[in-house]
């Protein structure tokens, strides 16, 4: 009541200094903020009609361009749909680095430019060195992968060079991109991604899926994986050959030499061996083609 209420503020005062109660500090109001509905009405059309079964974002290709709309394209949250309950897209550790993502590929689309790269020819032993290391430290340190779990993935291409084989490393390309652009699509590729266990739970931590390197497949907790794929010509997903996971460590250090490196570097010469074959096969066919035509 009304006469009751002095009293009572009176109380409310003193709770916070009387009492360890959780609820010592009082409070006038309540603000529920249980979602959102997105504003579409400065929308065209073909816009509106080409939002996901949510309403909130806009359907996108594997690299944030408006499914049907060549040239629009998303950055920021609103890109979230590509991640939506999956990875980290709707918050701003997450989508700086999809936004990122999506400046390398405007600019490969519009000016012909290249993904940042780095190349190593694997055919010399130190150049081979560096690049083994080179992967063994974005394990380590790589936070767009990482933070975009799923979504963000560092590939390294393979091509033949004019002396041997040629790995190009590239970092933080969109996973469904990847499989979508053609010049990526159709070259042997290996796929660094950091990905959760199947079974994976939050109330499974601290405990570990996995402690060992030979389990490293059944890691429950985010960890590296590696996949090689590869070249296809045909469009959408296509099944790795064979991979790789460094066993989950709860402190996101995979420096051990006999449990995490060892392991991955004779994963990684497996790799090289492998696009070898490749190539030289793919190298065949191609002189087998011309001479017949």
Same mark, same amino acid.
């Given at each position: 009541?009304?006469? #009751? =209420?002095? $009293?009572?503020?009176? *109380?409310? +005062?003193?709770?916070?200094? !009387?009492?360890?109660?959780?609820?010592? %500090?009082?409070?006038?109001?309540?603000?529920?903020?249980?979602?959102?509905?997105?504003?579409?009405?400065?929308?065209?059309?073909?816009?509106?009609?080409?939002?996901?079964?949510?309403?909130?974002?806009?359907?996108?290709?594997?690299?944030?361009?408006?499914?049907?709309?060549?040239?629009?394209?998303?950055?920021?949250?609103?890109?979230?749909?590509?991640?939506?309950?999956?990875?980290?897209?709707?918050?701003?550790?997450?989508?700086?680095?999809? #936004? =990122?993502? $999506?400046?390398?590929? *405007?600019? +490969?689309?519009?000016?012909? !430019?290249?993904?940042?790269?780095?190349? %190593?020819?694997?055919?010399?032993?130190?150049?081979?060195?560096?690049?083994?290391?080179?992967?063994?430290?974005?394990?380590?340190?790589?936070?767009?992968?990482?933070?975009?779990?799923?979504?963000?993935?560092?590939?390294?291409?393979?091509?033949?060079?004019?002396?041997?084989?040629?790995?190009?490393?590239?970092?933080?390309?969109?996973?469904?991109?990847?499989?979508?652009?053609?010049?990526?699509?159709?070259?042997?590729?290996?796929?660094?991604?950091?990905?959760?266990?199947?079974?994976?739970?939050?109330?499974?931590?601290?405990?570990?899926?996995?402690?060992?390197?030979?389990?490293?497949?059944?890691?429950?907790?985010?960890?590296?994986?590696?996949?090689?794929?590869?070249?296809?010509?045909?469009?959408?997903?296509?099944?790795?050959?064979?991979?790789?996971?460094?066993?989950?460590?709860?402190?996101?250090?995979?420096?051990?030499?006999?449990?995490?490196?060892?392991?991955?570097?004779?994963?990684?010469?497996?790799?090289?061996?492998?696009?070898?074959?490749?190539?030289?096969?793919?190298?065949?066919?191609?002189?087998?083609?011309?001479?017949?035509?």
């Amino acid at each position: 009541s009304e006469k #009751a =209420r002095p $009293l009572l503020d009176t *109380i409310a +005062r003193l709770r916070s200094q !009387l009492s360890q109660d959780p609820l010592r %500090y009082p409070f006038d109001a309540a603000v529920r903020c249980l979602g959102w509905k997105a504003d579409v009405s400065f929308f065209s059309g073909s816009l509106k009609s080409g939002m996901q079964g949510t309403g909130k974002y806009p359907k996108t290709d594997g690299g944030y361009q408006a499914v049907g709309i060549p040239g629009l394209y998303f950055a920021g949250a609103i890109s979230h749909g590509r991640d939506h309950r999956r990875s980290a897209g709707g918050f701003i550790h997450g989508f700086r680095y999809t #936004a =990122r993502a $999506l400046h390398r590929r *405007i600019l +490969r689309d519009s000016l012909g !430019l290249g993904w940042p790269n780095s190349s %190593y020819e694997l055919h010399r032993p130190a150049s081979r060195d560096r690049w083994m290391k080179r992967v063994l430290t974005r394990i380590n340190e790589a936070a767009g992968p990482y933070q975009m779990f799923g979504e963000l993935v560092d590939v390294v291409l393979f091509t033949a060079g004019s002396d041997g084989l040629v790995a190009e490393y590239l970092e933080e390309v969109p996973h469904a991109y990847l499989h979508e652009d053609a010049a990526f699509r159709t070259k042997t590729k290996l796929v660094l991604s950091f990905v959760y266990g199947r079974h994976f739970s939050p109330l499974d931590l601290p405990s570990p899926g996995a402690v060992s390197a030979e389990f490293a497949e059944f890691s429950a907790f985010l960890h590296p994986r590696l996949e090689l794929f590869e070249g296809s010509r045909e469009a959408g997903h296509s099944s790795p050959i064979f991979g790789h996971s460094l066993v989950e460590d709860v402190f996101t250090e995979w420096s051990s030499l006999v449990g995490h490196i060892d392991p991955l570097f004779r994963f990684l010469a497996a790799c090289i061996s492998h696009a070898q074959v490749q190539l030289s096969l793919h190298t065949s066919l191609v002189e087998q083609t011309d001479s017949c035509n």
